[in-house]
């Protein structure tokens, strides 16, 4: 009767022996890589650059800290005063809804001028 240990030796021997010679084969056995043509891909490492908010003090009652609580908000421009309302434009400054209707509609007047 055969000794299942030296079986299982021999079996694994030859397992090893052939993935030991596909590994010194593998060059020859598969294709080399395609290296595209042109020139190399290029990454971004900063954020695109993004245009200027527009000077919201050029609208009329909108100080510096207005403005900047309002670019805050995410009004940079005009048109987005104009689009987003007074009431959600006062709610951003911290201005009454009268104020913030005159904002919106100096922004606008500015915004189609």
Do not use: C, H, N
């Not at 397992?15 to 593998?26: F, I, K, P, T």
């Not at 940079?76 to 009431?87: K, Q, R």
């Amino acid at each position: 009767m055969k000794d299942p240990f030296k079986t299982f030796l021999r079996i694994t021997g030859v397992v090893v022996g052939l993935g030991a010679a596909a590994w010194a084969l593998r060059d020859r056995l598969l294709p080399a890589p395609a290296i595209p043509e042109g020139p190399p891909p290029q990454f971004r490492t900063s954020p695109p650059p993004t245009a200027e908010p527009e000077d919201l003090t050029e609208v009329k009652g909108i100080g510096p800290v207005y403005a900047e609580r309002l670019v805050a908000a995410g009004y940079d421009s005009f048109a987005t005063l104009v689009a987003a309302g007074a009431e959600a434009v006062g709610d951003a400054a911290g201005v009454s809804s009268e104020t913030a209707t005159k904002w919106v509609k100096s922004a606008a007047d500015l915004g189609s001028g």
